[in-house]
């Protein structure tokens, strides 16, 4: 049997079984001409009520995604690689990937990093649905700003958030002057295609000042630079991991009076793919290219991501506070059918006695995905005297299908498996925060949760046997606490600190049966982890705002977490026996010397450590977490100029920087049965650009990797007895671009 096909198998029978403001409070706005500047206020929510952003007691970055848009950027990784103290795995085609913050990766299937749209938990909250690999990115959607949080919020968010959360705040539909916009962009990645974008958006009052309308959508064909060699026939084809993505909502905002808003929302997305972009490389040790720079030895095939949303949000002005409520359905399906002859058309044969060569086809067809109902209630009051508060009762229903079918042609089921699960969480939370003085106030919050999951496993087929099974419930009631404290010695200046916790919850373990004595190797539950965090920063700016700050040193403490492990060779759920300690800081500076000049620079430390050996997934007491880079820093810079009458010029350019880091524990036990300790080498990308603009029109010009380096973003090795291959995903190599954006 080959390696890939052995590699294969387990695979499958593991399965079965602005820039950037997050310093200042304040940003600068060019009002057109010369040096007038105008400093804006930056106002975020990441709190569930408006504040400065200086006064959140979190480490908070809030971010205009146009700022990226127009440089080129049309995904959420560059934003990642531009914001301290997170970094962002990418599997090789728009949204699927993972992320890492605060020194907690991802490990098992259910994220460890929360995305929201708005009020909207758009991941799932179980490991059935791939949502650990599924990432909902909307850069390209009418999205006022991005709000990264970092550090658990399990009070105001619930679970899966225990790194950290990320949130799209939509721009309210116009209410009293119409506005639209249109853009389109074309770009070349060196040795690849060209891929092209095209966006729009209207807004406008139906009724004035009570009634108003918010169209939007965008094109997105992305040219792909992977090759595809086929070790059978020696054939190769250029650059079959190109992409297309679109997407269309509706927004519609009505004020009937001013103290009642009723908002509804609907959004569909969808991503269509051959493959993921992941190249194959020569060996454990090495970013060389197996069959060349950037190729792929897997067959070309049919996938897609596709997302559904609506919410419907109603809020109420109470005098003394606000009354909110907001109902939402989240659908994604993760699909695909992949050509798997090569891998295992050798085994088909074999298996159904037939002659070597009969078996034509192998088809793998997979089938995740999530319907998620959500309910929640909210009331925010204003401060009152020298208390403030927010109380909310949160419900969800959340239903995951996940299928994979092997089938061989002539008729043979190597493999058909189901697992659909039922997730339902009913929760309460509160916070009250107490003004000791204008300037000194502390916080305590709770949230308290009740998760149930319902798990059914079947199967059939020559590789993984006859079964249908109910598996026992899993129950759980866990408490997250925040508890927060911010001094303002001056106008300028915020001391903060906090300590949270957050957790993912307990859940049903997919069963694996041991194949001699028939007995379930998989413990019946993966425990609830959690993850508690030790914060204090400081925040502010100097000399009217020309240098801004953002200052954080951070400890957490990840307890059993959830994790793949491995049980008389088979690997299943479970939960590690001990669990990590990390440390780490992290700071983000922009300095403003002139009016039309800007430098930001963030950087990071991060060190995650196992706290004792784990022999059942091969940690060792003080491995390093795998995919937790040490150090991570960002420096942009923009300068702005005048080039003709009413012509505005920007020149600008950055460098991005991503050290080394393990991408596997150490594996004192078990090697031939996980990874082999591995080494992601260290990145320095460079990027630039230049536009000019007069009113509402502006044209640029972009080239991001400069200068064209080849670098890892993430890579997987597998051990000799699961087929003994590497495969990476590389940096997009140079890609050149132009775009021009026209607003109404």
């Given at each position: 049997?080959?390696?890939?096909?052995?590699?294969?198998y387990a695979?499958?029978?593991?399965?079965?079984?602005?820039?950037?403001t997050?310093?200042?409070?304040?940003?600068?706005?060019?009002?057109g001409?010369?040096?007038?500047f105008?400093?804006?206020?930056?106002?975020?929510?990441?709190?569930?009520?408006?504040?400065?952003?200086?006064?959140?007691?979190?480490?908070?970055?809030?971010?205009?995604?146009?700022?990226?848009?127009?440089?080129?950027f049309?995904?959420v990784?560059a934003?990642?690689?531009?914001t301290?103290?997170v970094s962002y795995?990418d599997?090789?085609?728009?949204?699927?990937?993972?992320?890492?913050a605060?020194?907690?990766?991802?490990?098992?299937?259910?994220?460890?990093?929360?995305?929201?749209?708005?009020d909207?938990p758009?991941?799932?909250s179980?490991?059935?649905?791939?949502g650990?690999?599924?990432?909902?990115?909307?850069?390209?959607?009418?999205i006022?700003?991005?709000?990264i949080?970092?550090?658990?919020?399990g009070?105001?968010?619930?679970?899966?958030?225990?790194?950290?959360m990320?949130?799209?705040?939509?721009?309210?539909?116009?209410?009293?002057?119409?506005r639209?916009?249109?853009?389109?962009?074309?770009?070349?990645?060196?040795?690849?295609?060209?891929s092209?974008?095209?966006?729009?958006?209207?807004?406008m009052?139906?009724?004035?000042?009570?009634?108003?309308?918010?169209?939007?959508?965008?094109?997105r064909?992305?040219?792909?630079?992977?090759?595809?060699a086929?070790?059978?026939?020696?054939?190769?084809?250029?650059?079959?991991?190109?992409?297309?993505v679109?997407?269309?909502?509706?927004?519609?905002i009505?004020?009937?009076?001013e103290?009642?808003?009723?908002?509804?929302?609907?959004?569909?997305?969808?991503?269509?793919?051959?493959?993921?972009?992941?190249v194959?490389?020569?060996?454990?040790?090495?970013?060389?290219?197996?069959?060349g720079?950037y190729?792929t030895?897997?067959a070309?095939?049919?996938?897609?991501?596709?997302?559904?949303i609506?919410?419907?949000?109603?809020?109420?002005?109470?005098?003394?506070?606000?009354a909110?409520?907001t109902?939402?359905?989240?659908?994604y399906?993760?699909?695909?059918v992949n050509?798997?002859?090569?891998?295992?058309?050798?085994?088909?044969?074999?298996?159904?006695?037939?002659?070597?060569g009969?078996?034509?086809?192998?088809?793998?067809?997979?089938?995740?995905?999530?319907?998620?109902?959500?309910?929640?209630?909210?009331?925010?009051?204003?401060?009152?005297?020298?208390?403030?508060?927010?109380?909310?009762?949160?419900?969800?229903?959340?239903?995951?299908e996940n299928?994979?079918?092997?089938?061989?042609?002539?008729?043979?089921?190597?493999?058909?498996?189901?697992?659909?699960?039922?997730?339902?969480?009913?929760?309460?939370?509160?916070?009250v925060?107490?003004?000791?003085?204008?300037?000194?106030?502390?916080?305590?919050?709770?949230?308290?949760?009740?998760n149930?999951?319902?798990?059914?496993?079947?199967g059939?087929g020559?590789?993984?046997?006859?079964?249908?099974?109910?598996?026992p419930?899993?129950?759980s009631?866990?408490d997250?606490?925040?508890?927060s404290?911010?001094?303002?010695?001056?106008?300028?200046?915020?001391?903060?600190?906090?300590?949270?916790?957050?957790?993912?919850p307990?859940?049903?373990?997919?069963?694996?049966?041991d194949?001699?004595?028939?007995?379930?190797?998989?413990?019946?539950?993966?425990?609830?982890?959690?993850?508690w965090?030790?914060?204090?920063?400081?925040?502010?700016?100097?000399?009217?705002?020309?240098f801004?700050y953002?200052?954080a040193?951070?400890?957490?403490?990840w307890?059993?977490f959830q994790?793949?492990?491995?049980?008389n060779?088979?690997?299943?759920?479970?939960?590690?026996?001990d669990?990590?300690s990390?440390?780490?800081?992290?700071?983000?500076?922009?300095?403003?010397p002139?009016?039309?000049?800007?430098?930001?620079?963030?950087?990071?430390?991060?060190?995650?450590?196992l706290?004792?050996?784990?022999?059942?997934?091969?940690?060792?007491?003080g491995?390093?977490?795998?995919?937790?880079?040490?150090?991570?820093?960002s420096?942009?810079?923009?300068?702005?100029?005048?080039?003709?009458s009413?012509?505005?010029?920007?020149?600008?350019?950055?460098l991005?920087?991503?050290?080394?880091?393990?991408?596997a524990?150490?594996?004192?036990?078990?090697?031939?049965?996980?990874?082999?300790?591995?080494?992601n080498?260290?990145?320095?990308?460079?990027?630039?650009?230049?536009?000019?603009?007069?009113?509402?029109?502006?044209?640029?010009?972009y080239?991001?990797?400069?200068?064209?380096?080849?670098?890892?973003?993430?890579?997987?090795d597998y051990?000799?007895?699961?087929g003994?291959?590497?495969?990476?995903?590389?940096?997009?190599?140079?890609?050149?671009?132009?775009?021009?954006?026209?607003?109404?």
């Open positions: 049997m080959s390696k890939n096909i052995m590699r294969k695979l499958l029978g593991a399965v079965s079984s602005i820039a950037i997050s310093a200042p409070a304040l940003y600068a706005q060019s009002t001409s010369g040096n007038d105008v400093f804006e206020e930056i106002v975020v929510t990441a709190g569930r009520r408006e504040q400065n952003l200086q006064d959140v007691p979190a480490a908070v970055t809030a971010i205009d995604p146009s700022d990226f848009t127009v440089k080129g049309k995904g990784g934003i990642f690689d531009y301290a103290g795995s599997q090789g085609v728009i949204g699927q990937g993972s992320v890492t605060r020194g907690v990766s991802q490990s098992q299937e259910t994220p460890v990093f929360g995305v929201y749209l708005d909207t758009v991941s799932t179980t490991g059935f649905a791939k650990s690999s599924v990432f909902f990115d909307a850069m390209l959607m009418d006022e700003r991005i709000e949080i970092k550090g658990p919020q009070t105001l968010y619930g679970a899966t958030s225990v790194g950290g990320m949130r799209y705040i939509s721009r309210d539909p116009a209410l009293e002057e119409f639209a916009s249109a853009g389109a962009d074309a770009s070349t990645t060196k040795d690849g295609e060209w092209q974008t095209y966006n729009g958006r209207v807004s009052p139906i009724v004035e000042g009570k009634l108003g309308l918010t169209l939007s959508s965008f094109y064909d992305i040219g792909g630079y992977v090759d595809y086929d070790l059978g026939t020696g054939d190769v084809t250029e650059d079959v991991d190109g992409a297309e679109y997407g269309y909502a509706a927004d519609v009505f004020k009937p009076t103290a009642l808003e009723i908002r509804l929302k609907y959004l569909k997305q969808k991503t269509d793919y051959p493959l993921l972009g992941a194959y490389l020569a060996g454990p040790t090495t970013d060389e290219g197996l069959v720079d190729a030895i897997d070309v095939g049919d996938n897609s991501i596709d997302y559904e609506a919410t419907g949000s109603i809020s109420y002005d109470l005098g003394w506070g606000e909110s409520s109902t939402s359905y989240v659908k399906e993760v699909a695909g050509d798997y002859t090569a891998l295992f058309a050798d085994l088909a044969d074999l298996l159904d006695g037939r002659a070597p009969t078996t034509t086809a192998v088809d793998f067809t997979s089938a995740a995905s999530s319907k998620k109902y959500v309910q929640e209630v909210r009331l925010t009051s204003e401060r009152m005297g020298a208390f403030e508060w927010i109380a909310g009762l949160y419900y969800t229903n959340e239903d995951t299928f994979q079918s092997l089938q061989a042609t002539p008729a043979l089921n190597l493999a058909n498996v189901g697992f659909p699960s039922k997730y339902e969480e009913y929760a309460a939370f509160a916070d925060t107490y003004y000791i003085s204008d300037n000194f106030d502390v916080t305590a919050g709770m949230r308290l949760s009740h149930s999951v319902d798990l059914v496993a079947g059939s020559v590789l993984v046997g006859e079964s249908n099974e109910i598996l419930s899993s129950n009631t866990v997250t606490y925040l508890f404290a911010r001094y303002r010695p001056a106008e300028e200046i915020s001391i903060y600190t906090r300590v949270a916790s957050g957790y993912r307990r859940s049903s373990s997919l069963p694996a049966v194949p001699i004595t028939g007995d379930n190797l998989a413990p019946p539950f993966m425990e609830s982890d959690s993850v965090s030790y914060e204090i920063g400081a925040k502010g700016s100097l000399a009217d705002n020309m801004s953002d200052l040193l951070w400890k957490i403490d307890s059993k994790t793949a492990v491995s049980i060779g088979v690997s299943v759920g479970g939960n590690a026996a669990g990590v990390g440390h780490g800081f992290e700071g983000a500076f922009i300095i403003r002139v009016a039309n000049f800007t430098m930001s620079t963030n950087f990071a430390y991060s060190k995650s450590t706290n004792a050996d784990e022999p059942l997934f091969g940690g060792a007491e491995d390093l977490v795998p995919n937790v880079p040490k150090w991570t820093w420096v942009q810079a923009d300068y702005g100029f005048d080039v003709a009413e012509w505005m010029a920007n020149i600008g350019g950055g991005r920087y991503v050290g080394e880091f393990e991408t524990f150490s594996n004192p036990a078990g090697e031939e049965y996980f990874s082999r300790p591995s080494q080498d260290s990145r320095l990308v460079a990027d630039m650009n230049f536009s000019i603009s007069k009113d509402n029109l502006s044209i640029g010009l080239a991001n990797n400069l200068f064209n380096t080849r670098s890892l973003i993430g890579r997987t051990a000799v007895s699961v003994g291959t590497s495969t990476g995903v590389f940096e997009r190599p140079r890609t050149i671009g132009v775009n021009f954006n026209v607003d109404f």
